[in-house]
């Protein structure tokens, strides 16, 4: 059973930046399709930036698109959040699966998921 474990979420000032890390114990992650999703307060949880099995491909939503970064190595997966806005206020979670191969955003198709950690974007 994969048990995932998210960091590195805050307070953080418009502007500002912060970086989620993402790990499994006892586990590498090299074989899982990797995601990052959050679900804001009264809103259905959405895709944020997912990364592939193989090749490092990735899909980041039109929203974070040029401010977020996914990336991966053998052990974790992390998200660089820079010119953060108060939209992007939410409570962060990081999923896996070893089914899908491609970075595909999409919350039902994957299995594991962490406990979230909350990022607060405000002045």
């Known amino acids: 059973q994969l048990h995932l474990v998210e960091s590195g979420g805050g307070l953080v000032q418009p502007g500002g930046s912060l970086r989620l890390s993402c790990a499994a114990s006892?586990?590498?992650?090299?074989?899982?399709?990797m995601g990052w999703f959050r679900q804001a307060p009264g809103k259905e949880r959405e895709g944020v930036s997912c990364?592939?099995?193989?090749?490092?491909s990735t899909w980041s939503s039109d929203s974070v698109k040029g401010r977020f970064t996914i990336s991966r190595d053998k052990n974790k997966v992390y998200l660089q959040m820079n010119s953060l806005k108060p939209e992007d206020t939410a409570v962060y979670y990081c999923?896996?699966?070893?089914?899908?191969?491609?970075?595909?955003?999409?919350?039902?198709?994957?299995?594991?998921w962490g406990q979230g950690t909350q990022v607060t974007v405000s002045s």
């Open positions: 999923a896996a699966d070893e089914h899908i191969v491609q970075a595909m955003c999409v919350t039902t198709f994957y299995e594991y």
């Open positions: 006892g586990f590498t992650l090299d074989n899982y399709a």
């Open positions: 990364i592939s099995s193989n090749d490092g």
